[in-house]
């Protein structure tokens, strides 16, 4: 399984930027997809959850009503977006992607490498 983020940059206060998560060898009906941030000298954060039975979301306090998360299994595209909304200095971190997966009767977590977002004027 490999995971890559793309679609991050620098965008001004109030701006909006898409993530993406392109999942490649990712066949587990059963999981959770993730979007975590880690911002300089501050620990890694959870901001979106998506479930795969029902679709269900989850956010972080920092980013609800801001952020949205969604996920695109349709002709294999196999992807998952972070749409963000006026965006914050405060958002400014990398944001990874992680798959948290049930996959040969155990729980198994895939991490992306990571795409920078800078919220600056």
């Known amino acids: 399984v490999q995971l890559v983020e793309s679609g991050g940059g620098l965008v001004q206060p109030g701006g909006s930027l898409r993530l993406s998560c392109a999942a490649s060898?990712?066949?587990?009906?059963?999981?959770?997809m993730r979007w975590y941030r880690q911002a300089p000298g501050k620990e890694r954060e959870l901001v979106a959850t998506?479930?795969?039975?029902?679709?269900?979301?989850?956010?972080g306090d920092s980013v609800k009503g801001r952020f949205t998360i969604s996920g695109d299994r349709d002709d294999a595209k196999n992807t998952w977006y972070l749409q963000m909304n006026s965006l914050r200095t405060e958002d400014t971190a990398v944001y990874y992607c992680?798959?948290?997966?049930?996959?040969?009767?155990?729980?198994?977590?895939?991490w992306g490498l990571g795409t920078q977002v800078t919220v600056s004027s």
């Open positions: 060898g990712f066949t587990s009906s059963r999981y959770y």
């Open positions: 998506i479930k795969s039975i029902g679709g269900a979301t989850d956010y």
């Open positions: 992680n798959a948290h997966a049930w996959r040969v009767f155990v729980w198994q977590d895939y």
